[in-house]
């Protein structure tokens, strides 16, 4: 059976002092704290992934046909009519993607997602459907995959600044109401390959307060990246999602970093990558940025933004166009 690494942050000062004598933490490798009882399913070849492949796409007040008791919006209560015809399009574009992992933006929970996937596209074998979905909001981010995933981490509980911007006591403003479109989970595509995927829908919007709010949430996981670089400083990551920022923005600097481990890379910074308005993009709001190990895994020019059909009928999706990259996952 195999068995998968990754690194443990809840326990760790507690299953530190005991490495010595449990039966079930690895000592093979001393800079990360393994767990033992990660069982692979019984489904799963790891040997027939050689190489992954990730995309994202932000799909819009992408809605089901039910009206939820907990969320009151017109557009959830009552979906537009063009909802089925958007459905159909993007089931095709899914399709034709055949993405191992998908991470979607403004949908309205894993549970769709879920049942969709059942529905449309069977074949393609997604198995694992999973996010932090607001209690009273149906824009959430899900990630979708046929790649075991491990643990699932949510920065929906913590505040975050909104960096400068006083309130009306002198202190600095904080917010969490948009904190749980930003989650992490492990995936664990082999024994010797696993990497932390961190989807995010950061918020949206011009100006100081909006450009201080996304700062203060990219604070929030660049504080949660540094501490897992230090358990496993040869980790990777993967960033993916709409960040609704410009490469070049303040904010986007802030994210790739600079000093600070781990450092991110843009594999489409040389070349126009737009992804904003999909029938006639002129600007990039979305992103997967892989950070310097995991850039070492890309297979050269499969970083792209994805056009399943016509600008007309990607339109009828999403105002967004999906970004798609492949990595190698053995030596």
Known sequence: MIRFRFTILTILALTLGACSTSEHLSQTAPEIIKWESVATPTWYDDKAHDTISVVTWNIEHFVDKFDSPYIDNDRENNPPEDMDERRELFAEAIKKMDADIVVLQEVESAAYMQVFAEQHFPDLNYRYFTGR????????????????????????????????????????????????????????????????????????????????????????????????????????????????????????????????????????????????????????????????????DLVPRSAEIAMPFDPEAMRKISDHLPVIARFVTTE
């Open 133 to 296: 979905e607001s209690n009273d909001w149906y824009m959430n981010v899900v990630v979708m995959s046929r790649i075991p995933l491990g643990m699932l981490y949510s920065y929906a509980n913590p505040d975050s600044y909104i960096v400068d911007i006083m309130d009306d006591d002198g202190q600095v403003q904080r917010q969490n109401f948009t904190n749980n479109r930003m989650l992490s989970v492990d995936v664990l595509v082999n024994p010797d390959y696993s990497f932390l995927l961190t989807g995010l829908h950061l918020k949206a919007g011009r100006g100081e307060r909006n450009e201080n709010w996304r700062i203060g949430q990219i604070d929030l996981l660049r504080d949660h990246f540094e501490y897992l670089t230090t358990v496993h400083p040869d980790m990777r990551f993967l960033i993916a999602g709409d960040l609704n920022i410009l490469p070049g923005d303040r904010e986007f600097l802030h994210l790739l970093g600079d000093d600070d481990s781990p450092i991110f890379i843009d594999p489409l910074s040389d070349v126009d990558s737009f992804t904003h308005t999909s029938d006639n993009p002129v600007r990039q709001l979305d992103h997967l940025l892989p950070n310097e190990k995991m850039m070492e």
